[in-house]
């Protein structure tokens, strides 16, 4: 616990957003300190609103942080390519990725795709997963993490 809260380890995205579903805020909460003003509809302008950067590799973009009561957290992600052995994670609800540029390399428990531009799959999120970008250029994709109903 004091390693992550002093910055010397760095939490995953699936540890916040598990946290942020049993403490019932907006993962956005977490990782700003503070809630943003809620409302019936989220617009996120091209190259505003918030970018969470993870490991240096991952950065996360929230695409309706400001969403009131919302089913579903769609975030723009892009990895950076790396050697690294991919790290599996976990969360509650199902997921859907959309690739909108590069290559991903995407394992579900002992199963690994190859995905490419305009691949999509979506998926039990429970079941440990990783997403490792291919090739030399940053991999880009559409995440929708759907709630169980909550």
Known sequence: YLTYES????????????????????????MRGHSPKLSACSIVRSGKGLNIKKENRYEYKPLAYTFKDKFADPFLVTVEPDNDTPKFHSHDGQEFNYVTSGKMQFFIDDIV???????SV???????????????????FVAVVINNGK
């Open 113 to 119: 795709y190859t995905l490419n531009k305009g691949d």
């Open 7 to 30: 910055g010397d380890n760095d939490c995953s995205f699936s540890f916040l957003y598990n946290v942020a579903e049993i403490l019932e805020v907006d993962v956005s909460n977490i």
């Open 122 to 140: 979506y998926f039990d999120a429970s079941i440990p997963h990783a997403e490792k970008c291919l090739g030399d250029k940053p991999l880009k």
